[in-house]
C-alpha cells in the first residue's frame, strides 16, 4: 500500500509551474500545482501532504507569509522556499520563518530531488523522534489505568497532529470514552460508531464525522479481544495518509499493552492485599485471647501495688495496661477490616456524629491550635446507618486531617443534601496534600507515610462507606490540602 509522496507547489509563474509539475510527476511524486496561493490554502486546510514547494517572490502573498499560513495549518509541513535570486538573505530568512530548506532557479534536476527527498524523509524521522518519545513516556508512566489511557490519547495527538483523540473501553456492553486529548465541537457518543465499527472488523476503520470531520478508529487488541479502539479526529476534509494510520496502528498496539499490563498489576495487587487482608485477620484472631488474658492481669497487678501503696509499681502496670490496649484496638480493627460485621442499621443523625467525633479528637485540636470550622447544615436529615461503624469513618478522616496538619491549621468540615437522596459530608485540611504515589496506594491495608501510622484508617473508612452503599472521593494538592467527600444515602 505504497502511495506516493504528495508535493503542494506554488508559483506564480505559470510556465515554471508546468516545468516543475511535470519533473515531479516523473519523479514519482503526486503534484498540486497551483498559481493561487489561496487555492493553495485551500488545499492545505482539506488534506494532508509530505513537502511543499512555494515561489519567494509572489503577489499579494509571498512565500515566506504562505509558509506561515500553511504551518498554521499543517504544523510539520516541509516547505521549500523556490528562489531566483539565491542570495544567503533570502535563504537565512525563508528558513528562519519556519521554511525547511531553499531551492534556487533554474532548478537541477539532482538538486531537487534531493532536497525533496530530505524534506519527507525529515518529516517522517521527526514524527518517529515523536512517536518515540511518547512511547517511552507512556511506558514509564505506566501506574494507573487512567494515566495510562491519558498518556496514550496524549500522545497519539502529538505524534498524528489530530484534533483530538479519544479512547473508548468496553464496560460491560457498553462502550465509554475514557480519556480524550485536544479539543474538537463534536460531541464524544458521535465517535462512538467509528469504535464500534473498528471493534466490530477488528481492524482501522475511516468514517466521515460530524462537518465533514474524517474520524479514524483502531481497535485496542488486548490478549487478542478488542477491549476498545482510540478514535482520532481530523481537521475539516483532511484525508488520513497511510503514514497516520501506520503511527495510529502504532499508537493503539501501545495503548492495548500498557492496558494489559495495568489490568494484570491490578488483579495482582489485588489479590496480593485480598491474601494480606486474610493473613492479618488471622493473625489478628490469634492474639485476640492473648491480649485479653494481659489486659486483664495488667489490671490485677495494679490492683495489687495500689493496696501495697506501691506507686511505681502502679505507674508501670497502667503503661502496660495502656500499650496492651493499643495492641487489643488494632487487633479490633484488623479483625474488623477481615470480617466487617453485620452493620446494625439504624437512622443516624450525621450532624450529631459529627460533634460527638469532634469531642473525641479535642484533645489533639487543643494541642496544635488547629481553627475548626463546621458548616453542617441542619436540614441534612438522616441516615440509616450503623453509627458505631461511621464513627470509625469520621474519626480516622479527622486524625489523618490532624495529622497532614501544621500547628495554626483549619480543619473544615461540611454536611449538606447532595440531592432528594444523597447527604454528602466533607473533611477538610489545610495540610500537606497527597502526591501522586501515595494517592494511589493509600486505601491499601497497612500503608502508610507515617513513621508510628498503621495503615488502617482509609481501608477501614472506605469499606465501612461502601457497606453503607456510599462513596468516598478525595481532592488533594500537595503544599495545599485536602478535602475528603463522603455520600452516603439518606434515609
Ligand atoms: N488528610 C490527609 N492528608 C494527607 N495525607 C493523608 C490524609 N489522609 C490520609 N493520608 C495519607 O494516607 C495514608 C494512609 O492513611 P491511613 O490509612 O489513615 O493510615 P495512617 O494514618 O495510619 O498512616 C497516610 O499515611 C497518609 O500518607
Ligand atoms: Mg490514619
Given amino acids: 500500500m505504497n502511495r506516493p509522496r504528495s508535493v503542494l507547489v506554488v508559483d506564480d509563474d505559470a510556465h515554471i509551474l508546468e516545468v516543475l509539475e511535470m519533473r515531479l510527476t516523473s519523479m514519482g511524486f503526486a503534484v498540486t500545482a497551483t498559481v493561487d496561493a489561496e487555492a493553495a490554502l485551500a488545499a492545505l486546510g482539506t488534506r494532508g501532504f509530505d513537502a511543499a514547494l512555494f515561489d519567494l517572490r509572489m503577489d499579494p502573498i509571498d512565500g515566506i507569509a504562505l509558509t506561515r499560513a500553511a504551518h498554521a495549518r499543517q504544523p510539520r509541513l516541509p516547505v521549500l522556499i523556490m528562489t531566483a535570486h539565491g542570495t544567503i538573505e533570502n535563504a537565512v530568512e525563508a528558513i528562519k520563518e519556519g521554511a525547511f530548506d531553499f531551492l534556487t532557479k533554474p532548478f537541477v534536476t539532482e538538486e531537487l530531488r534531493g532536497k525533496l527527498a530530505r524534506a519527507v524523509a525529515d518529516r517522517r524521522w521527526a514524527r518517529d523522534r515523536n512517536l518515540l518519545r511518547t512511547v517511552g513516556e507512556t511506558l514509564a508512566s505506566a501506574a494507573s489505568m487512567d494515566r495510562v489511557l491519558s498518556a496514550v490519547a496524549e500522545g497519539t495527538m502529538e ?3 489530530t484534533e483530538r483523540t479519544v479512547v473508548f473501553l468496553r464496560e460491560s456492553d457498553r462502550l465509554v470514552p475514557k480519556a480524550s486529548a485536544g479539543t474538537s465541537s463534536t460531541p464524544l457518543d458521535r465517535l462512538a460508531p467509528a469504535a ?3 471493534i466490530a472488523r477488528r481492524d482501522s476503520v475511516t468514517m466521515g464525522g460530524a462537518e465533514g470531520r474524517a474520524t479514524l478508529a483502531v481497535p485496542l ?8 479502539a482510540l478514535v482520532v479526529e481530523n481537521p475539516s476534509h483532511v484525508v488520513a495518509t497511510d503514514d497516520d494510520l501506520d503511527l495510529l496502528r502504532v499508537f493503539a498496539s501501545q495503548g492495548a499493552v500498557a ?9 495482582l495487587r489485588s489479590g496480593a492485599l485480598a491474601a494480606l487482608g486474610r493473613v492479618a485477620s488471622q493473625v489478628a484472631h490469634e492474639l485476640n485471647n492473648p491480649l485479653g488474658g494481659l489486659a486483664l492481669y495488667a489490671r490485677l497487678l495494679e490492683d495489687r501495688f495500689k493496696t501495697a501503696g506501691d506507686e511505681e509499681g502502679v ?3 497502667h ?3 495502656r500499650a496492651v490496649k493499643h495492641l487489643a484496638d488494632l487487633v479490633t480493627d484488623i479483625t474488623a477490616y477481615g470480617r466487617p460485621p453485620e452493620l446494625k442499621r439504624e437512622p443516624t443523625s450525621l450532624n450529631a456524629l459529627i460533634e460527638e467525633c469532634l469531642s473525641l479528637v479535642q484533645d489533639r485540636v487543643v494541642d496544635k491550635e488547629i481553627r475548626v ?5 441542619p436540614d441534612v436529615g438522616t441516615v440509616l446507618a450503623d453509627a458505631r461503624e461511621l464513627k470509625k469513618v469520621l474519626l480516622n478522616l479527622f486524625v489523618n486531617a490532624l495529622e497532614a496538619m501544621e500547628p495554626h491549621g483549619t480543619l473544615t468540615i461540611r454536611t449538606q443534601r447532595a440531592d432528594e437522596r444523597t447527604i454528602e459530608a466533607s473533611v477538610e485540611d489545610t495540610g500537606c496534600g497527597i502526591d501522586d504515589e501515595t494517592r494511589a496506594r493509600m486505601f491499601d491495608l497497612f500503608f502508610t507515610t507515617k513513621a508510628n501510622g498503621t495503615g488502617l484508617g482509609m481501608p477501614i473508612a472506605r469499606s465501612v462507606v461502601d457497606r453503607h452503599g456510599g462513596r468516598l472521593d478525595i481532592d488533594s494538592e500537595p503544599g495545599v490540602g485536602t478535602r475528603v467527600r463522603i455520600e452516603l444515602p439518606r434515609q
Fill in 259 to 267: 492496558l494489559g499490563n495495568a489490568r494484570e498489576l491490578s488483579r
Fill in 315 to 317: 505507674q508501670l502496670t
Fill in 159 to 161: 505524534a498524528t497532529e
Fill in 319 to 321: 503503661k502496660v495496661g
Fill in 221 to 228: 487488541m488486548v490478549a487478542g479481544t478488542p477491549e476498545g
Fill in 196 to 198: 464500534e465499527a473498528a
Fill in 373 to 377: 470550622v463546621s458548616k453542617l447544615a
